[in-house]
T-cell receptor, first 109, second 113 residues
C-alpha cells in the first residue's frame, strides 16, 4: 500500500513546454514536500506546502488539502530541469515521511 | 543548506564485512533519518532517530543497526554486508517543527562484492 502516488513515472518534454507532475496521498498531512534529484546527485527540497500555492522562478507548487492532491508545474521547461522529482508527505501523526517513487523528467533541447 | 555531510561518499566492500556510514549535521536538528534508494523503489526508511540514544526501525531495517551518541552524528552500520545492500544511502535531517523542510546529505554509494 503506497500512501503517496505520483504520476507520471516518466515524462519527456520539448524545451519550452509546460510540465505538470501530480502527487496524491491517502493520509492526513501536516506538510507536503517536493524534492529534486539530478542524475547521480543529491536530493534538494524545492517546496514545502501546507496549503495553497508557492512559486519559485519557473516552478509552481499547489496543494488541495481536501482532495489530498498536489501538483508541481514547470513553466518554459529547460534541459537543466531534467531530473527526478519526488513528492514527500509528512503525516499529521508521527515523524516518518512517506515518499512517492518519483517522476523522471527529461527535457529535450 | 543544513550542513549535512556523509562519509564515506563511495565505498566498495566485500560480502560479510561490517561497514559503517556516518552522517554529521551542524544544525542541531532533532530528527535524523537513514534511507536507501534503489531503482523502482524510491526512498525507503532504514532507521531514524528522534534524539540522542533514541532510535527506531523503518521498513527495511533488517541487517542494519544505528547509533546516535551525539545530536550531530548518526551512524548506520551494516553488520555483515550482503550484495542486496548494494545501494545509495542518504541521510536526512528535519527540525522538530513540521513547518520546516527536510534536508538531505549528498549520498553514499555502497557496492558489496
Amino acid at each position: 500500500k503506497n500512501e503517496v502516488e505520483q504520476s507520471p513515472q516518466n515524462l519527456t518534454a520539448q524545451e519550452g513546454e509546460f510540465i505538470t507532475i501530480n502527487c496524491s496521498y491517502s493520509v492526513g498531512i501536516s506538510a507536503l514536500h517536493w524534492l529534486q534529484q539530478h542524475p547521480g546527485g543529491g536530493i534538494v527540497s524545492l517546496f514545502m506546502l501546507s496549503s495553497g500555492k508557492k512559486k519559485h522562478g519557473r516552478l509552481i507548487a499547489t496543494i488541495n488539502i481536501q482532495e489530498k492532491h498536489s501538483s508541481l508545474h514547470i513553466t518554459a521547461s529547460h534541459p537543466r530541469d531534467s531530473a527526478v522529482y519526488i513528492c514527500a508527505a509528512l503525516p499529521n501523526t508521527g515523524n516518518q515521511f512517506y515518499f512517492g517513487t518519483g517522476t523522471s523528467l527529461t527535457v529535450i533541447p | 543548506d543544513a550542513g549535512i555531510t556523509q562519509s564515506p561518499r563511495h565505498k566498495v566492500t566485500e560480502t560479510g564485512t561490517p561497514v559503517t556510514l556516518r552522517c554529521h549535521q551542524t544544525e542541531n536538528h532533532r530528527y535524523m533519518y537513514w534511507y536507501r534508494q534503489d531503482p523502482g523503489h524510491g526512498l525507503r526508511l532504514i532507521h531514524y532517530s528522534y534524539g540522542v540514544k533514541d532510535t527506531d526501525k523503518g521498513e527495511v531495517s533488517d541487517g542494519y543497526s544505528v547509533s546516535r551518541s551525539k545530536t550531530e552524528d548518526f551512524l548506520l552500520t551494516l553488520e555483515s554486508a550482503t550484495s542486496s545492500q548494494t545501494s545509495v544511502y542518504f541521510c536526512a535531517t528535519h527540525p522538530i517543527s513540521s513547518g520546516n523542510t527536510i534536508y538531505f546529505g549528498e549520498g553514499s554509494w555502497l557496492t558489496v562484492v
